[in-house]
């Protein structure tokens, strides 16, 4: 089992590695609109960041390839011990 709060960098490459992957989202559950926007506040990313919009776009791309990975998206990783326990109750049937 992999976590990780980076969809293409952890959910999406470890799935490939063939681990099962849980997405750490601190978002899940909202509404769409107040998920898309950065934890500052901006669709655009931190004001303070270096990266050019072409970057950001490969990178919101290859974010949703990855979603297809999640096997599960959690909240906190307070969550996490639920998500194992599905993952083990799957296995076990």
């Not at 960041?49 to 990178?59: D, F, I, K, L, N």
Request: glycine share 8%; proline share 3%.
């Amino acid at each position: 089992i992999h976590v990780g709060d980076d969809l293409a960098n952890d959910v999406g490459a470890s799935a490939k590695c063939g681990a099962v992957t849980v997405w750490v989202n601190e978002k899940y559950g909202e509404e769409e609109e107040e998920a898309e926007e950065d934890s500052r506040g901006s669709k655009d990313g931190p004001v303070w960041s270096t990266v050019s919009p072409q970057e950001r776009e490969r990178r919101r791309q290859a974010g949703e390839e990855a979603k297809k990975y999640v096997s599960e998206t959690i909240r906190s990783v307070a969550d996490l011990p639920e998500a194992i326990e599905k993952f083990l109750a799957a296995e076990a049937s």
